[in-house]
């Protein structure tokens, strides 16, 4: 069944992006496969099972979180929200983005928290949740696994995603799990490395949304039009 996210993209002539594109060996966009950047000291690594999870779900930031269409609400009403949105949302600038460690993952995140990308990940919670079918329990219970807080439980339950509002934390998934301390460590030292050398560690630029499609669950999601703020 087909499911749609709300998410930020950065700009797609920005060293970031394209940057973010290429280590997971795909364009967003257009589908095509992309060469890998390599890095330093870490050849025979298997990227393909390294960056799995983050290649079918596309260089992305989560605002709100892959939902199926609930009962009543049609694609044009999803787009026509998503124009709404925008028309009231004002681009910004966050000082410091570079790939870090994030638990057992390794992602680009934002070295010094912004109140406006906050804001702006709670407000697309808030906007879009009317077209979020309901949760299976299936889909609960793999949320559970990694083990909840009370608020999470509470967001999970409420939103149907445990890191929202005070929980959201900007990131942009660029690994899979890495249990092994030592690889992850290594991982983001070679990732640093390489997307300081194309110049996509630094400011960000946050001037719109995107809308995400995935046709199947056995499909990878593709970028499928981008929402430039108005405000």
């Not at 797609?12 to 890998?36: C, H, K, M, Y």
């Not at 298997?46 to 779900?57: F, G, I, K, Q, V």
């Not at 939902?67 to 600038?93: H, M, P, Y």
């Not at 339950?157 to 092994?180: C, K, N, Q």
């Amino acid at each position: 069944m087909t499911r749609y996210a709300i998410y930020f993209a950065p700009n797609r002539e920005s060293p970031l992006w394209r940057f973010g594109n290429a280590w997971l060996g795909r364009d967003v966009e257009t589908g095509e496969p992309l060469i890998r950047p390599s890095l330093s000291g870490l050849s025979g690594l298997n990227l393909d099972e390294l960056t799995a999870s983050p290649r079918l779900y596309g260089f992305h930031a989560t605002l709100k979180p892959p939902f199926r269409l609930s009962e009543g609400c049609s694609f044009a009403d999803l787009i026509r929200t998503c124009e709404d949105f925008v028309s009231t949302q004002k681009s910004f600038n966050c000082p410091m983005v570079a790939p870090a460690e994030l638990g057992n993952f390794v992602a680009f995140k934002l070295l010094v928290q912004s109140k406006s990308m906050i804001e702006l990940a709670a407000n697309a919670v808030e906007v879009f949740e009317p077209f979020r079918a309901p949760q299976t329990e299936k889909e609960l219970a793999k949320r559970r696994v990694a083990g909840l807080t009370g608020r999470q439980e509470e967001n999970l339950l409420r939103w149907g995603y445990p890191y929202v509002m005070e929980d959201f934390r900007f990131h942009m998934t660029l690994t899979s799990a890495i249990a092994a301390d030592g690889l992850r460590s290594k991982l983001t030292a070679g990732l640093i490395s390489a997307a300081e050398a194309a110049g996509a560690v630094g400011p960000m630029e946050v001037s719109g949304v995107s809308l995400y499609e995935q046709v199947g669950s056995d499909q990878p999601f593709r970028l499928i039009r981008r929402f430039p703020f108005k405000g």
